[in-house]
């Protein structure tokens, strides 16, 4: 299952041929997702003309975490440059449980609202389940409430979490079909490894999921034809996890100081891996930017839906 009918290819040649990429090759998150945030906003624009419709997105806020700043702030700029209407909502860090479910039940009820984001995490006073199971699932642009967790799990046609959307996204830029191939899929968290893991057995890979109590995991990664890494520890996979020629997802984000300069890396040492695999997501500029496509492309998918109009193909 993908966000939309898209595929974009690092090496669309290749690809179309079935050779494997070139080894070390990075996929190129931004072009993917360039390439992703450009249909949205044909058909988003298709919407407008053909129907007066424009896709509303609800961005909640709850209190004031600088790294969430910068992620709201790219995501309403991308939503403004997709044709979709991205409102914010914010509410003090201080806020009750009960403040947030109502500001929750009154986007439900807006028309113009046709997806939800609550931005994570919350503060401890308030139930993170409680929150996201108030979300109208078909409003669910994250993809995170049980009805839309249990649908594809079932197989069943639903929103998927963007990040494991993403993982997959650009997965098939390596290797237009997954079928048959080995995937691990390092962490086992409710928003990425669990959900990726679901899609990728939608998508016929063979799947194993590895997690903290896994043994010998670097004997499990070396028979991966593709692996996801999702651990939330920096540069945790060593070049010498990777199997020869396999594709690498890594899906961590960490800002790190070295040699007094900041930067950000993920949970795979990158320069070790890129040695090994045949294709590699960097980071930044490979599963984060995808994320954020995907969300927009889930609001128009929910937006169509909500308001009983198909897709329109751009
Ligand atoms: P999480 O902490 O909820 O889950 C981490 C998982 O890793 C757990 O399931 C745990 O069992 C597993 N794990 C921990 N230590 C392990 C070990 N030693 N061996 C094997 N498995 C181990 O994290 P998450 O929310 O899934 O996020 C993972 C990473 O992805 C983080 O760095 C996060 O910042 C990043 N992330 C990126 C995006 C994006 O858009 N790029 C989105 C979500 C999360």
Redesign the pocket.
Known sequence: MTAMDVTVLTDAARASRGTPPAAGALIDGRAIAAKLRDRVRGAAKLLATRDGFVPGLAVVVVGHNPASEVYVAAKKKMAAEAGIRSTDHRVPASASETDLLDLIHGLNEDPRVHGILVQLPLPPQIDGHAVIAAIDPGKDVDGFHPLNIGRIASGLPALAPC?PL?CIELAKSAHPSLAGLDALV????A???KPLAQLLLAEDATVTI???K?RD?PAAARRADLLFV????AE?VSGDWIKPGATVID????RVTRGGRSRIIG?VTFEEARKVAAAITPVPGG??PV?IACLLANTLKAACALAGLPQPQA
């Open positions: 990040t993403a390092i962490g086992r968290s928003i990425v490894g590895a997690h903290s896994t995991l999702a651990v939330g520890r945790f899906v961590g984000i960490h949970d599963v984060g994320t």
